[in-house]
């Protein structure tokens, strides 16, 4: 007997109900529900089938003019699936062993602001820039997509733009407020990032959300479209402000790097990146967040070959002018407010050596 969709809906509902972030369909375990980071099977669910696994499949993608044939090897697809009324998922579909797997992450309903999220208040600051480009940054699942998504809201509640997204999938649903927003989502709406960036520049958008830049064509664009005048806002897979500049740099080839390393210092106005750390009290995340500004010293910085070493130390001493903050600095307050303990601290640290001792010297 294989899963029916009643069933599935069911599993979906539970997990909603208990504010899991991520749901597990593997073969030959039952559901697993990841509840505030820890991984958790479904108790009186027996585990799932191939058969399972593919119906789940067949469901999500229902509607969808292409899909692959399950028995075959395929890529990796990434979807969105609404549950009616009760959440929305992105659903990764994969195979592994000849069987296909899914995981789907929960997106809540509801867009939460840059202060529900305890991000820095600067972020909104950052939010106000009216041109050039913002990079939000860190490993899958540290809260990028919600804090542009925060960016946006921001956005949409304090002034008239035109805003445009292209997502893939799409995640958060934004509601009219000031701005006019189109959100298209890769796959059903436009076949690639640079298609709709290149389309989005003729739609007289004020703001470009760009789920993420992943290649040099995407790089590029991305990078033109912030110098002609809008704001760019995505996101990219770096742990910090200044892995971010070389990733955006190295995904051109090396003739090219001067000029874009040059075009990059004068587009660029901040990196935020992302650590979800575990909260001291309660069972909840909080992120550590480094902010890069890009003052005049730092463009310089990003234009020369070799002077990035220097923008950690210039983050460091830009703090009560600009705002900006290293991971460490940022971790130094989440301890001594009494929001993270100091174990979890010196785990997430850019430099534990460095950072027990500046908490000891507080």
Do not use: W
């Not at 697809?77 to 789907?104: E, P, T």
Request: charged share 25%; net charge negative.
């Amino acid at each position: 007997m294989s899963m029916d969709r009643q069933a599935f809906h069911k599993l979906l509902a539970f997990g909603i109900e208990r504010g899991v972030s991520d749901i597990h369909f593997e073969v030959g375990y039952p559901p697993h529900y990841r509840l505030h980071g820890e991984l958790l099977g479904a108790i009186k669910v027996p585990p799932l089938t191939a058969v399972d696994t593919e119906s789940i499949a067949n469901f999500i993608l229902e509607g969808r003019t292409s899909r692959p044939d399950f028995s075959r090897p395929f890529g990796e697809i990434d979807v969105s699936y609404g549950l009616a009324q009760r959440g929305r998922f992105r659903a990764s579909i994969f195979r592994q062993r000849g069987a296909v797997g899914i995981v789907m992450r929960l997106i809540p309903v509801n867009v939460l602001t840059i202060e529900q999220l305890n991000l820095p208040p600067v972020i909104a600051e950052i939010a106000d820039t009216r041109r050039g480009m913002i990079l939000v940054t860190g490993a899958t699942g540290n809260g990028k997509t919600s804090t542009i998504s925060a960016m946006i809201r921001h956005i949409n509640e304090t002034r008239h733009a035109h805003i445009i997204t292209i997502e893939d999938p799409i995640e958060y649903l934004h509601e009219p407020g000031k701005c006019m927003i189109i959100q298209r989502e890769l796959g059903t709406d436009t076949e690639s990032y640079k298609d709709a960036l290149v389309a989005a520049l003729r739609q007289d958008p004020d703001v470009i959300m760009v789920g993420e830049i992943r290649d040099q064509e995407t790089a590029a664009t991305a990078l033109k479209a912030a110098e002609t005048g809008h704001l760019v806002i995505s996101a990219i897979h770096t742990p910090d402000s200044v892995s971010t500049v070389q990733r955006y740099v190295g995904m051109f080839e090396a003739d090219a790097q001067d000029i874009i390393r040059e075009r990059l210092g004068d587009a660029l106005q901040a990196v935020v990146s992302l650590r979800l750390l575990a909260a001291k009290e309660g069972r909840r995340r909080l992120p550590a967040v480094e902010i890069l500004r890009v003052t005049r010293t730092i463009r310089e910085c990003i234009r020369t070959a070799g002077r990035l070493g220097e923008i950690p130390e210039l983050i460091k001493r830009g703090r009560d002018l600009y705002s900006m903050q290293l991971f460490d600095q940022h971790l130094v307050d989440l301890v001594n407010s009494g929001l993270v303990t100091m174990e979890t601290a010196v785990y997430a640290s850019s430099n534990p050596e460095e950072f027990e001792r500046s908490l000891r010297m507080e």
